[in-house]
């Protein structure tokens, strides 16, 4: 009895360990005075315009940096200022001739016969085989499409 115990327990405490933890369902997005994006559980300090975006919804609360820190309210409610995000395509990134440029170039070395050397994560170098070209041929294709004039 004493052994089926322990097994009991054990199994109680993996199935508690293996539970997904829910997230918070409110959190905070803001710029850094260097530019860089924020995301908190924790809203930022007073003096910085930020948004309050709730999990499950697709609504956010932009909150000006004379609000506060807290809005009165982080639930999204007819009367308290979320609106939906906005879920439209990112536009199209612009043209880069120099990404252009070495796109092309690219293409053109993998459409040669010349063994091409690469080097992988650790820094070893390879020989490309051939299904390994056709993929950096595809890659090389979709940035001269999105690159090239």
């Known amino acids: 009895m ?7 327990m054990l199994v109680a405490v993996a199935a508690l360990t293996c539970m997904p933890v829910q997230a918070n369902e409110t959190h905070y997005r803001w ?13 930022p300090a007073k003096g910085t315009d930020y948004e309050v975006i709730t999990s499950g919804t ?6 000006g940096s ?8 982080t639930s999204p409610s007819a009367d308290n200022k979320f609106s939906p995000v906005d879920t439209a395509k990112p536009k199209a990134p612009e043209k880069n001739a120099e990404y252009c440029k070495r796109a092309q170039e690219n293409l053109r070395t993998l459409n040669s016969k010349a063994r091409i050397r ?3 994560n650790q820094g070893e170098i390879y020989i490309l085989t051939e299904e390994d070209k056709e993929e950096k041929r595809v890659e090389a294709r979709s ?7």
């Open 118 to 120: 690469m080097k992988d």
């Open 143 to 149: 940035v001269i499409e999105s690159a090239c004039e």
């Open 31 to 43: 710029v850094d005075k260097h530019g860089n994006p924020v995301h908190s559980d924790r809203p």
């Open 66 to 73: 004379e609000e506060g820190a807290v809005p009165a309210e």
């Open 58 to 63: 697709s609504l956010v609360r932009k909150v």
């Open 2 to 8: 004493r052994k089926s115990g322990l097994f009991v």
